[in-house]
C-alpha cells in the first residue's frame, strides 16, 4: 500500500518564524510534490522533486523553498512565515512519470 | 496556473441516486486521474486512465477516457451516505512534463 506521510496535521506559527513541513514516502518514489490548497483556487503546485537534490519550481514558488537530500524525504520551507502563507499543504509522491501521484494527509498551517 | 473546468461545482442527492460529473480542457492529455478528499484529509486515488476510449470501474465508480482526449467523466451508482466529499479530476499531458492539472473540484452530499 502506498503511504505518505506528513509530519504534522496541524501547525500554528508566528510571522517571521522559519517553518520546515516533512514529507516521507516509503515506496521508493523518485517523483515528489508540494501543492497548497485554498478555498476557491484548488491545488497550486509550489514545487516539485524528480530525484534527490534535484528540484524545480512549480506555479507559485514564491517564499517557499525545498529541500530532498534523501530521496524518501521532501521538505518544504518557508523562510519567513506570512499570513498569506495559511493554507493546506499537501505532499504527493510518485513512481515515475506516468504513474499516479498519491497524496499524504495534508497539514493546516495557520500563520498568526 | 492551469485549471480544468470540472462540474458541477457542488451537487446535493439522496442516497441511492446515481451521479455523474466531468471534466474538460481545452489541452490534449495523456492521462486522466479521479482523487476524491474527505474533509480534514488528502486527495485518495480512486481512478486512472491512460487510453483515450478507455472506461474503467472501481466498485460503484466508472470513469471515461473521452475519445477527444480532452474530457473524462466520474458516475457513481447508487450513492451513499459515506460517497460525501470532494471530487477531483487531474490531467497530464505527455511527454517529460511532470506536472499535473487540476480541476476545481465537485462537493457531493449526500443525504440519508
Known amino acids: 500500500d502506498v503511504k505518505v506521510t506528513q509530519s504534522s496535521r496541524y501547525l500554528v506559527k508566528r510571522t517571521g518564524e522559519k517553518v520546515f513541513l516533512e514529507c516521507v514516502q516509503d515506496?521508493?518514489?523518485?517523483?515528489m510534490f508540494w501543492y497548497r490548497q485554498d478555498p476557491g483556487l484548488g491545488l497550486r503546485l509550489i514545487y516539485f522533486?524528480?530525484?534527490?537534490?534535484?528540484?524545480e519550481k512549480g506555479d507559485i514558488p514564491e517564499g517557499y523553498s525545498v529541500s530532498r537530500e534523501k530521496k524518501e524525504r521532501f521538505s518544504l520551507i518557508l523562510e519567513s512565515a506570512s499570513t498569506n502563507q495559511t493554507s493546506m499543504y499537501l505532499c504527493?509522491?510518485?513512481?515515475?512519470?506516468?504513474?499516479?501521484?498519491?497524496f499524504g494527509d495534508g497539514t493546516r498551517l495557520s500563520i498568526l | 496556473g492551469q485549471q480544468l473546468n470540472q462540474s458541477p461545482q457542488s451537487m446535493f442527492i439522496q442516497e441511492g441516486e446515481d451521479v455523474s460529473m466531468n471534466c474538460t480542457s481545452s489541452?490534449?492529455?495523456?492521462?486522466w486521474l479521479w482523487y476524491k478528499q474527505d474533509p480534514g484529509e488528502g486527495p485518495v486515488l480512486l481512478i486512472a486512465?491512460?487510453?483515450?476510449?478507455e472506461l474503467t470501474s472501481n466498485g460503484r465508480l466508472t470513469a471515461q477516457f473521452g475519445i477527444t482526449r480532452k474530457d473524462s467523466f466520474l458516475n457513481i451508482s447508487a450513492s451513499i451516505p459515506s460517497d460525501v466529499g470532494i471530487y477531483f479530476c487531474?490531467?497530464?499531458?505527455?511527454?517529460?512534463?511532470?506536472?499535473?492539472?487540476f480541476g476545481t473540484g465537485t462537493l457531493l452530499a449526500v443525504q440519508p
Open positions: 515506496m521508493d518514489h523518485e517523483n
Open positions: 487531474a490531467g497530464k499531458f505527455g511527454g517529460a512534463t511532470n506536472k499535473l492539472i
Open positions: 486512465l491512460y487510453k483515450a476510449g
Open positions: 489541452s490534449i492529455f495523456n492521462t
Open positions: 504527493a509522491s510518485r513512481e515515475g512519470n506516468n504513474q499516479p501521484q498519491h
Open positions: 522533486s524528480y530525484d534527490v537534490k534535484m528540484k
